[in-house]
Structures are given as C-alpha cells and as structure tokens.
C-alpha cells in the first residue's frame, strides 16, 4: 500500500503560481511512476503531468505545456506540481497518483491516489 498526501492548493489570482506537493508512505516510494491529474465540476478527471520512477521521463498535457513543471525528490518519498501562469480554466481539484508504468497518462494506469487539494484561480 502507498498513502498519498497533497498540499499546497489554495485560491491565486489569473497570472500566478502555486506549488503543490504529494507525499508518499508505505511502499518504496522511488519504485513508483507519480501523475498529477484534475478534476474541475462538472468534468471527468483529467491527466495533468507524469514523472518516471526515477524522474528521467515526464509528461504533459497540452493545456499545461510550458506553464507546469513536475519533479520528484525521492529521498523526501515527495513529487510536486510546480504550477505558472495559472489561468481560470485550472481551477480544480487536483489528485496525486502512483503507478508502475513508465509515467502513464491514463488514470487507469494508478493504483494509488491521493484525497485530492483544491486550487482556485481567480480572473
């Protein structure tokens, strides 16, 4: 079993930044793949970035591209959301994951989630 912990979501206006972090107990965290993924009301939950076990693999969806960035620090069992130029549309509840495929972007692909941390952005 991996327990899942975010924090760092909260309310920003148009234009500005947030880091989330997702902390990991239980299994060995560095064996893992991590994701990020959203869900806003009304909308089905939606992938966001990916990181390989050992963060040499990463991806994006094309709506966070160049805005988002996603790391992990495995000595602190700890992946994060580096999110920039955050725009109304991103305004969700976004949900850490573990899996053990190679920075999967489908949700199917995690076995773990985390109770999810909610980010507003105001226009």
């Known amino acids: 079993q991996v327990q899942l912990v975010e924090s760092g979501g909260g309310l920003v206006q148009a234009g500005g930044s947030l880091r989330l972090s997702c902390a990991a107990s239980?299994?060995?965290?560095?064996?893992?793949?991590m994701g990020w993924f959203r869900q806003a009301p009304g909308k089905e939950r939606e992938f966001v970035a990916a990181?390989?076990?050992?963060?040499?693999?990463?991806h994006y969806a094309d709506s966070v591209k160049g805005r988002f960035t996603i790391s992990r620090d495995n000595a602190k069992n700890t992946v994060y959301l580096q999110m920039n130029s955050l725009k109304p549309e991103d305004t969700a509840v976004y949900y850490c994951?573990?899996?053990?495929?190679?920075?999967?972007?489908?949700?199917?692909?995690?076995?773990?989630w985390g109770q999810g941390t909610q980010v507003t952005v105001s226009s």
């Open positions: 239980g299994r060995t965290f560095s064996s893992f793949a």
């Open positions: 994951a573990a899996g053990a495929s190679l920075a999967a972007m489908a949700s199917y692909d995690y076995n773990y």
């Open positions: 990181i390989s076990w050992s963060g040499g693999v990463s």
